[in-house]
């Protein structure tokens, strides 16, 4: 925050260290670090009273439990990394053009190192409070996936020849607040944006395939795939190498409708 104040946080930093001292032992390493880094920053430059003073001491309490890197560089905001190698405008938009929904998928295996590449792109894309609430659970099991293919509705006539179909599946347990109940969706959206462009580039094909709010097929996938009660698919996406006999639809976009307004032109 420029400039910082002397004092920030107060209403949840008590909750943040209690719940590090109560979850530390089951956060991975980098969690562990980045949790010691940013809370040495914070109560080095807060005014300790109140709730923060109380919170400092339970942080004094927890840090020595904190797996930490001594010599690495602080987990901590720094001034943003110069760009390097980035694609150009028209290379960005050449691939954004080139993405097209794909239906027809070449009867081939689909290596999980490209999947495992793509869904590492993927997990770059911005979410609410960072909390990436959200992971991608993938079907390549040919029996399985065909299968799991008659879940969604809108897979009829092609469901049978998608070689990967992966289900992005939401947690709401990230976001307490009914306030915030979309937030799912709306990081999962993002994170499948960057994933379906990713995969274009390592020559792979996808198409995103509505999960429809209808109490039998939530019923029917829960019964297929044994996700925790608070999570919810957001989304299929069927994915392959794509079989350049079949045909993509014309799918015109309207730049103009999307562009909107400035300021309070009508
Ligand atoms: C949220 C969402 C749900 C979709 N659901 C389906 C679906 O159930 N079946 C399908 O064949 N395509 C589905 N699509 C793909 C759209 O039909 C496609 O994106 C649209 O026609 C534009 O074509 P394009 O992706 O090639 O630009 C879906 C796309 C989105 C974003």
Redesign the pocket.
């Known amino acids: 925050m420029r400039p910082r104040k002397p004092s920030f946080a107060a209403d949840y930093i008590l909750d943040t260290v209690v719940s590090l001292r109560d979850s530390a032992p089951t956060l991975n390493q980098a969690e562990q670090q980045w949790a010691h880094d940013v809370l040495v920053e914070y109560f080095g430059v807060v005014e300790k009273r109140g709730a923060i003073a109380e919170a400092a001491e339970i942080f004094t309490a927890v840090r020595p439990q904190l797996a930490v890197a001594g010599s690495k560089t602080p987990s901590v905001p720094a001034t943003r990394a110069k760009a390097q190698s980035l694609p150009s405008f028209d290379e960005l938009v050449s691939l954004l053009q080139y ?5 027809w998928f070449k009867q081939t295996t689909v290596p999980r190192e490209l999947l495992a590449k793509a869904i590492n792109a993927a997990a770059l894309a911005p979410t609410a409070c960072n909390r990436q609430a959200y992971y991608y659970w993938v079907f390549d099991d040919p029996t399985l996936t065909q299968e799991l293919a008659k879940l ?4 009829s006539g ?1 469901g049978h020849n998608i070689p990967v179909l992966i289900a992005v599946v939401g947690r709401y347990r990230a976001y307490s607040h009914v306030r915030d109940r979309h937030l799912i969706y709306i990081d999962a ?1 993002l994170s499948i944006m960057a994933f379906v462009q990713a995969l274009e580039t390592l020559g792979l094909a996808s ?4 999960w429809p709010e209808i109490p039998e097929r939530e019923k029917r996938a829960r019964d297929a795939i044994p996700m925790e009660s608070d999570e919810r698919i957001i ?2 996406i069927a994915v392959g190498y794509p079989d350049d006999t079949g045909l ?2 014309h ?1 015109p ?1 309207q730049p103009e409708a999307v562009f909107g307004r400035f300021n309070l032109e009508s």
């Open positions: 993405r097209k929904s794909t239906r969604p509705m809108g897979v092609f959206s198409c995103t395939i509505n989304m299929f993509v639809p799918s976009k």
